[in-house]
């Protein structure tokens, strides 16, 4: 489980010993003793009086980390602003700010992580007023002086450097690199040093401005203080923080892992540092009560079985501790980290994964499954020791969910863990599909000496390709990480083999072809489909054509087998073709609407002069209204062929059976395709404007060159552009900061679309 920082505990658990604990729960907070509010300027504030000790720990959080930094990912600039927050406001110079912490202590400080920024004190009760004060009055009312901006980016470039010398941070952040491709966890809170020094003032202002207002802000209060005289000073101290307009920040959704990932790194130390990461489940899964278990007996404790056996009696590391961390931004992960020797990297990972498949194949004993679930117990309550880890705990269960009961529950919920809930979770999630490697090495270490081994110990499956008879590439994967197979059959085909009259045929082919077969009808064949849970899809694009069908594994045969029917033996009926060339003539009524699709078509008619790539997949109004049924019939007799067919099969137990069972039912698929010869457009002698005026009220502006094909080296410098120009996968880069930050547009992004043949790089906006 992680909520905020609950699972810090998780990764230095071989710090502590067993507990024996009576009373457990007394020093937790329970949910009947919090007053929860929400403000109406949407400010979300919680108190909970704790007389345990005469003191009071007073946090500030606000939902802007790493991942919420949107066009600023990779710059730091929450943390930046976390360093400036404090250094002066309308009222007070930073050396009046101090002056007055130190009249109750000086005990406030703040930190940075991946989804919110801290600022807190600790001090006796009786300072409660002037420690809010302070907290209330820099948070709303910070100036960020020019000066003092200067002097932390300094700071903070020494921070860099410093990171950049600890090699277990390092481990970390490679590791959210290598697993996560899309998900912004990837960056670094501190950020890329070539990044942050891109920040201005003006950029920590606008940030400042955006994600420091009431509805993304909570204010929480623990210890020994009278609760409602507490609230009604805390909304007082808040009463001029106005509500302001806020956008919550929706984060990219990760992709499905599908094999293992591995990243080497090179750093001038002593020890080889190893890390294994398994994809696991976010914190609202309820999965994560046995993983949290699963990882207890795995490696926390001296006890534990990678301690004992890895450790201890093989002695193939100097440490390793496992963990469980589910984050409340949807994603988590079980991890593994070790320090060792860098010769010993083969035969650790190898023993790391003997324990592994040993707990997958039989249950743990009731006695280790007790012992594991009193580790955590003891470690949990450790962080209730405090008055400030119970307001750090209550700000993360509000945090992660609004349940101010959240930890308060999580003990009851884990006490029921079984030992067969255990072995299920690890074979559920321990899997190789699911696993990222990364290793640090001594400077001067080949990596040859830690390659060779990692290759035989994961035993990766590749994907196999082979050549059947009459042209057909089939492509298998096995799937012992997955319960479902995913189908593809692709053709080359699409507007890249259409007319100027035939255009949209490809399109109309593909819809007609899930409407039945010689053998089924429409209705037939959607109830037969949905019976077995499958997922279908057909669609045509500019060099392709495709059909998808996703099925359990156990349906796998009949799922094969209705694809083959789709592909070899189409209906393609009068009547359904005259309501899908009906649906499609509104769909292309439809584009001409659209903001991006109608400037998009106008910029490739004029882009290429005869090639097809100037030609919309979907057709026009023209050309699909003169479409016959003998039209779509010649366009599939040319290409739907087994020369022309590439077929995926993922997700299958066994590369033979699958190649087997597809030989079998493409045995009489017959014919070779006919290739139209398509000849390249010379390059343009001028430069082309086109104004097309609409009744709109945002205006539309697309800039396009030829570019390359897919087969082309030049395209990685070309995706390396779009990178610099507008981002990888979110908004960002030049163009986005010059004229988004200049208010000149609302979006502006680029791309490069490559073809078999040629494409094009363009650059479009949308603005007033």
């Known amino acids: 489980m992680n909520s905020m920082?609950?699972?810090?505990?998780?990764?230095?658990?071989?710090?502590?010993?067993?507990?024996?604990?009576?009373?457990?729960?007394?020093?937790?907070?329970?949910?009947?003793?919090?007053?929860?509010?929400?403000?109406?300027?949407?400010?979300?504030?919680?108190?909970?009086?704790?007389?345990?000790?005469?003191?009071?720990?007073?946090?500030?959080?606000?939902?802007?980390?790493?991942?919420?930094?949107?066009e600023y990912l990779g710059c730091g600039i929450s943390h930046f602003l976390e360093h400036v927050e404090s250094d002066g406001t309308s009222a007070m110079t930073k050396d009046k700010i101090e002056d007055f912490s130190d009249q109750f202590g000086g005990l406030t400080n703040a930190y940075t992580t991946t989804d919110h920024t801290c600022y807190h004190a600790v001090a006796p009760s009786q300072y409660f007023d002037k420690v809010l004060f302070l907290l209330s009055h820099c948070y709303t009312g910070a100036t960020l002086p020019e000066k003092e901006v200067e002097t932390q980016r300094g700071i903070i470039l020494n921070e860099i450097a410093k990171d950049q010398d600890e090699p277990l941070r390092v481990l970390w952040r490679e590791m959210m690199g290598t697993m996560f491709r899309r998900h912004p966890i990837r960056y670094p809170t501190i950020g890329k040093e070539e990044l942050f020094m891109q920040l201005t003032r003006d950029d920590l202002l606008k940030y400042y401005h955006r994600m420091y207002v009431p509805e993304n802000t909570m204010v929480l209060a623990v210890g020994d203080i009278d609760q409602a005289e507490a609230m009604a000073k805390i909304?007082?101290?808040?009463?001029?923080?106005?509500?302001?307009?806020?956008?919550?920040?929706?984060?990219?959704?990760?992709?499905?892992?599908?094999?293992?990932?591995?990243?080497?790194?090179?750093?001038?130390?002593?020890?080889?540092?190893?890390?294994?990461?398994?994809?696991t489940v976010p914190l609202q899964h309820p999965d994560l009560y046995a993983l949290d278990v699963l990882a207890a007996i795995l490696g926390e404790g001296r006890s534990s079985r990678m301690v004992q056996n890895?450790?201890?009696?093989?002695?193939?590391?100097?440490?390793?501790?496992?963990?469980?961390?589910?984050?409340?931004?949807?994603?988590?992960?079980?991890?593994?980290?070790?320090?060792?020797?860098?010769?010993?990297?083969?035969?650790?990972?190898?023993?790391?994964?003997?324990e592994i498949e040993a707990i997958k194949s039989s249950k743990v004993s009731e006695l280790e499954l007790s012992k594991a679930k009193k580790t955590i117990k003891s470690h949990y309550l450790m962080d209730y020791e405090t008055m400030e880890q119970k307001a750090s705990l209550l700000g993360a269960d509000i945090l992660a969910t609004g349940?101010?009961?959240?930890?308060?529950?999580?003990?009851?919920?884990?006490e029921k863990v079984t030992a067969q809930e255990v072995m299920d979770v690890a074979n559920k999630y321990l899997i190789q599909s699911q696993l990222s490697v990364v290793t640090i090495l001594p400077k001067g270490t080949t990596k040859d000496e830690t390659e060779t081994g990692a290759q035989k110990a994961f035993q990766r499956r590749n994907i196999k390709k082979t050549d059947l008879e009459k042209g057909i590439r089939l492509l298998t994967q096995q799937g012992d990480a997955t319960s479902t197979v995913s189908i593809d059959a692709y053709f080359l085909g699409g507007t890249r083999y259409e007319t100027a009259e035939t255009n949209g045929v490809g399109n109309l082919m593909t819809a007609l072809l899930l409407k039945g077969t010689k053998t089924k009808s429409a209705e037939d064949l959607a109830l037969t489909l949905d019976q077995m849970g499958a997922k279908?899809?057909?669609?045509?694009?500019?060099?392709?054509?495709?059909?998808?069908?996703?099925?359990?594994?156990?349906?796998?045969?009949?799922?094969?087998?209705i694809l083959a029917d789709i592909l070899m033996n189409p209906a393609f009926n009068e009547d359904e073709f005259k309501k899908q060339q009906e649906q499609a003539l509104g769909l292309i009524k439809r584009k001409a609407d659209d903001w991006y699709d109608r400037p998009s078509r106008l910029m490739l008619a004029n882009l290429f002069t005869s090639h097809p790539y100037r030609l919309s997949k979907y057709g026009?109004?023209?050309?699909?209204?003169?479409?016959?049924?003998?039209?779509?019939?010649?366009?599939?007799?040319?290409?739907?062929?087994?020369?022309?067919?590439?077929l995926s099969v993922f997700g299958v137990k066994d590369h033979g059976y699958a190649e087997k069972q597809v030989s079998e039912l493409f045995s009489k698929f017959e014919g070779k395709a006919v290739r139209p010869t398509i000849v390249l457009d010379p390059p343009l002698d001028r430069n082309i404007e086109v104004l097309d005026k609409t009744g709109w009220k945002q205006a539309s502006v697309f800039s396009a060159f030829r570019s390359c094909s897919i087969s082309d080296e030049d395209r990685f410098a070309l995706d390396v552009l779009?990178?610099?120009?507008?981002?990888?996968?979110?908004?960002?880069?030049?163009?986005?900061?010059?004229?988004?930050?200049?208010?000149?547009?609302?979006?502006?992004?680029?791309?490069?679309?490559?073809?078999?043949?040629?494409?094009?790089?363009?650059?479009?906006?949308?603005?007033?």
């Not at 959704?253 to 790194?265: A, C, N």
């Open 403 to 414: 349940d101010v009961g959240l930890n308060y529950r999580y003990l009851d919920r884990m």
């Open 620 to 646: 026009t109004t023209e050309s699909v209204s003169k479409l016959t049924v003998d039209d779509v019939w010649e366009y599939y007799d040319a290409n739907v062929k087994p020369d022309n067919l590439v």
């Open 722 to 768: 779009d990178g610099v120009l507008s981002g990888i996968y979110s908004p960002g880069g030049r163009l986005h900061k010059r004229l988004r930050g200049a208010e000149l547009v609302y979006l502006v992004h680029a791309g490069n679309r490559l073809g078999v043949d040629p494409g094009w790089f363009s650059v479009y906006a949308s603005c007033l």
């Open 235 to 279: 909304e007082k101290a808040f009463e001029s923080f106005e509500a302001r307009p806020f956008a919550p920040v929706i984060l990219p959704e990760e992709p499905q892992q599908l094999e293992p990932r591995k990243s080497v790194i090179e750093m001038d130390v002593n020890l080889a540092y190893l890390m294994l990461g398994y994809r």
């Open 5 to 70: 920082c609950k699972r810090a505990g998780i990764l230095i658990a071989a710090l502590f010993a067993l507990t024996s604990l009576t009373g457990a729960y007394s020093a937790m907070i329970s949910p009947d003793e919090v007053l929860l509010k929400r403000l109406p300027s949407g400010l979300t504030v919680a108190v909970a009086e704790d007389h345990s000790a005469p003191v009071v720990a007073v946090r500030i959080i606000v939902r802007a980390g790493t991942i919420y930094e949107q």
């Open 536 to 561: 279908i899809s057909a669609s045509s694009d500019m060099n392709t054509f495709h059909v998808s069908l996703e099925v359990l594994q156990e349906d796998f045969d009949r799922g094969l087998e």
């Open 310 to 354: 890895v450790k201890d009696k093989k002695c193939l590391v100097h440490d390793i501790v496992v963990s469980s961390w589910t984050a409340n931004y949807g994603i988590g992960a079980t991890l593994i980290r070790a320090a060792l020797q860098h010769d010993k990297i083969d035969e650790a990972i190898a023993a790391i994964h003997e």
